[in-house]
C-alpha cells in the first residue's frame, strides 16, 4: 500500500503538470484579451499596451509559461488578478475557499447521512410503499435543479415563515478539523438554506446509487451462502453486504467531493455567499489569466488527492483488493 502511495503522489506531478500548461494555453486562445474593456469602454491601444507589459502579456506563451511555473515552484506565488487589482489570485483563493470549503463539507455530511440510510432502506425494503417513496424522492431530488429549490426554500421558509435569513453566509466562526465550522447560532442560521439545499441534490443522487448497488450485492452467491450458515439478517447485511455495496458510492464521492468542496457558482450566487464558486465562472468572462488557471489547478490538487482516497478506501471495503 505504502509504494502504491507514493507512485500516485509521484504520477500527480506529471498530471497537474500538464493540467496547468493546457490551461495556460488554451485560456489564451480565447478570442479577446484581458484588457479589452474597462466597463463598457474600450481602452485606448496604448493603455492596453502598457498593461499588456506590466503583467508580460507581450512575450511569448512560453516565456510567460516558464515564468509562470518558476513563481509557482519557487515562490508558491499563482499570480495577480487582472480584474480585481491589487489582489493576487492567492488573496482570492485565501478568502474565499474556506466559505466553500464549510458551505461544500456541510452540504456533503448532510447528504451522506440522508443518502445512504434511504438507499439501504429503499434496498432492503424492495417493492413496498417505502422503497416507493424513498425512490420518489430522489428521483425528485435529481429532478430538481438547485437554481430552482434555492429559490424556493427561500420563499418558504426566509419569506413567508421567517425562519432564516434571505442570503448571506454567516459571520466567519473559529475552525476546527481544517474547514469545518464550529457550531455558533448566527452561522448555522445562514447555513441553513444553502447546506440543504446543495446537499439534497446530492443525497438523492447517492440513495439512488446505494440502493441499486445494494440489490445487486445481496443477490450474490455468498450472500446466499451466508444467510444459509444461519447468520442473523443483521450480520449479513452489516458484514458481508453493506461494505461491498458501497464502493460504487465512494466511487462517485471522489468527484463530487472535490467539486462542492472548492466551490457551486449557482447555490452561492443564489444566496449571496462569497465563496469560490463564482470565480470559476467569471474569470473566463473576464480573461483573467492567473484566476482561470489558479481554480482549475486548485480543482485538480482537490480531485486527484480525493481519487487516491478512494483508491485507499476499496482496500478497506473489499479485502480481496491489493495494490501490491
Not at 432564516?164 to 466562526?173: H, K, L, N, Y
Not at 446505494?210 to 449479513?236: F, H, M, N, W
Request: glycine fraction near 8%; avoid cysteine.
Amino acid at each position: 500500500m505504502t509504494r502504491y502511495i507514493i507512485r500516485r503522489i509521484l504520477w500527480f506531478i506529471p498530471v497537474l503538470f500538464a493540467i496547468i500548461l493546457a490551461t495556460f494555453v488554451f485560456v489564451r486562445a480565447i478570442p479577446g484579451g484581458p484588457f479589452d474593456f474597462a466597463g463598457d469602454k474600450s481602452l485606448p491601444p496604448q493603455v492596453v499596451a502598457n498593461l499588456e507589459a506590466k503583467y508580460h502579456l507581450n512575450e511569448p506563451v512560453w516565456k510567460q509559461f516558464g515564468r509562470y511555473l518558476y513563481d509557482l515552484i519557487v515562490k508558491q506565488d499563482l499570480g495577480p488578478s487582472y480584474r480585481y487589482r491589487g489582489r493576487t489570485v492567492n488573496d482570492i483563493i485565501r478568502d474565499a475557499l474556506p466559505i466553500s470549503a464549510q458551505l461544500g463539507a456541510l452540504a456533503l455530511l448532510l447528504a451522506l447521512l440522508i443518502g445512504i440510510p434511504a438507499g439501504i432502506i429503499a434496498a432492503l425494503k424492495q417493492n413496498t410503499p417505502l422503497d416507493y417513496a424513498s425512490t420518489f424522492v430522489a428521483i425528485l431530488g435529481v429532478s430538481i435543479p438547485n437554481i430552482v429549490m434555492g429559490p424556493l426554500l427561500i420563499w418558504i421558509f426566509a419569506l413567508k415563515l421567517n425562519w432564516f435569513p434571505v442570503a448571506r453566509w454567516g459571520a466567519q466562526p473559529p475552525f476546527f478539523l481544517g474547514f469545518l465550522p464550529t457550531p455558533t447560532p448566527d452561522f448555522w442560521r445562514h447555513a441553513v438554506l444553502p447546506v440543504v439545499t446543495l446537499g439534497t441534490g446530492l443525497s438523492a443522487s447517492i440513495a439512488r446509487l446505494t440502493r441499486a448497488s445494494l440489490l445487486q450485492t445481496i443477490r450474490e452467491d455468498y450472500i446466499r451462502t451466508a444467510r444459509a450458515k444461519g447468520l442473523a439478517e443483521r450480520v449479513v447485511i452489516v458484514r458481508h453486504a453493506l461494505k461491498n455495496s458501497l464502493i460504487p458510492v465512494v466511487t462517485i464521492l471522489g468527484p463530487m467531493f472535490a467539486a462542492v468542496l472548492t466551490g457551486t457558482f449557482t447555490t452561492e450566487q443564489i444566496f449571496g455567499i462569497p465563496g469560490l464558486g463564482k470565480h470559476f465562472v467569471t474569470s473566463v468572462g473576464n480573461r483573467d489569466y492567473p484566476v482561470v488557471v489558479g481554480t482549475t489547478l486548485l480543482y485538480s490538487v482537490f480531485l486527484v488527492i480525493a481519487n487516491l482516497m478512494v483508491d485507499i478506501t476499496y482496500a478497506w471495503l473489499d479485502p480481496r483488493i491489493r495494490y501490491d
